[in-house]
């Protein structure tokens, strides 16, 4: 069976710091890119970090670039995001997310989410 389950979210203040873990199992998960999304209320979900499958690469969107670090350990299937210097735009429910594309068919797993919230 499939899991991605998140942990870590809560309550910080502006400027605090937060790291997020997904635990993974029922997948090969060193054979997927890991990605962390949130969704703000009202709005749309956002991509917000990615990590390519063996964790040599990563992209972020531009909003928390320099901020957040995206992570993997293979050996433990979990994929982390540190958040640092929050402020409230980061406000969200941040869900993971596994996905395959190569070989097909395409394969996209998600977490249940965590609340992360950022008080001013």
């Known amino acids: 069976q499939v899991q991605l389950v998140e942990f870590g979210g809560g309550l910080v203040k502006t400027g605090g710091s937060l790291t997020l873990s997904c635990a993974a199992s029922?997948?090969?998960?060193?054979?997927?890119?890991m990605y962390w999304y949130r969704q703000a209320p009202g709005k749309e979900r956002e991509l917000v970090a990615r990590?390519?499958?063996?964790?040599?690469?990563?992209n972020y969107v531009d909003s928390v670039k320099g901020r957040f670090t995206i992570s993997r350990d293979n050996a433990e299937n979990a994929v982390y995001l540190q958040m640092n210097s929050l402020k409230p735009e980061d406000t969200a429910v941040y869900y993971c997310?596994?996905?395959?594309?190569?070989?097909?068919?395409?394969?996209?797993?998600w977490g249940q989410g965590t609340q992360v919230t950022v008080s001013y």
């Open positions: 997310n596994a996905r395959r594309t190569i070989p097909p068919p395409v394969r996209d797993y």
């Open positions: 029922g997948f090969a998960f060193g054979s997927y890119a």
């Open positions: 990590i390519s499958n063996g964790g040599s690469n990563t």
